[in-house]
């Protein structure tokens, strides 16, 4: 079958660092896409990663290892407008989206 | 403001009712699918359509149906609601499948069956 691994909860200070992984097994692999997620809201891209290493995007940055399955998104100098579910996304072999369950970040002033 | 709009917002539907979920974009895009979020669950896919006039099947599409006559307008139709469809359902859209094409949602309709 096809999973999506990723904390359910996280918590972090304002202007502090903080990095939310995701693992995968997925019937082929085509890319991962993170996206955010506010309360109440749609989710909104954030980043894709289709090669191997760290692509970064302002204060957003994310990893990929497809060898290990692995992604993480590393978010820097937190702002309390950060505070979201962040959803990591896999496309598989029939180029559709398979989803994480998202983990929710709480950020602390 | 192009983008992707849903209809209704939210909805109280009594079990066994018919309902068609409302989608639309003005991108262009060509590809657009119906997810369900649950709480506690990943975006799930129902049906999508890779281009006006085809659909397929998504991860859960039992209970569910959709048409896609033109690039713009993609409903969700339940033919006959069981309280199991209670859900947030966004629609979304992206230029194709393949490479950087990010999809893009819609701001959801909450549907509760009682």
């Known amino acids: 079958g096809q999973n999506i691994d990723q904390p359910t909860e996280m918590t972090a200070t304002e202007g502090a660092i903080v990095q939310i992984n995701c693992t995968y097994q997925t019937s082929g692999f085509n890319g991962l896409f993170w996206y955010q997620q506010h309360a109440g809201e749609a989710p909104t891209f954030l980043s894709y990663n289709v090669l191997d290493g760290l692509e970064e995007k302002g204060r957003f940055s994310s990893f990929l290892s497809r060898s290990k399955g692995y992604s993480y998104l590393l978010l820097k100098e937190l702002q309390m407008k950060d505070s ?16 994480g369950a998202g983990t929710k970040l709480i950020i602390k002033p | 403001i192009a983008g992707i709009t849903q209809a209704p ?11 068609t979920l409302r989608c639309t974009q003005d991108m262009r895009h060509n590809a657009m699918y119906w997810y369900r979020q649950d709480l506690g669950l ?24 959709v048409s896609r006559a033109n690039t713009d307008d993609f409903p969700l139709t339940l033919a006959s609601a069981v309280p199991s469809q209670t859900s947030v359902y966004f629609c979304a859209s992206s230029t194709g499948q393949e490479g950087y094409n990010e ?7 909450r549907l509760t069956v009682l």
């Open chain 2, 103 to 109: 999809q893009f949602f819609g701001p959801g309709t």
């Open chain 1, 84 to 99: 979201a579910s962040y959803l990591c996304a896999v496309r598989d072999s029939n180029y559709q989206l398979i989803w």
């Open chain 2, 9 to 19: 917002t939210s909805q109280i539907l009594a079990a066994g009712r018919r309902m």
């Open chain 2, 42 to 65: 990943g975006l799930r896919l129902i049906h999508y359509s890779n281009t006006a006039g085809t659909t397929g099947k998504g991860e859960v599409p039992d209970g569910y149906s």
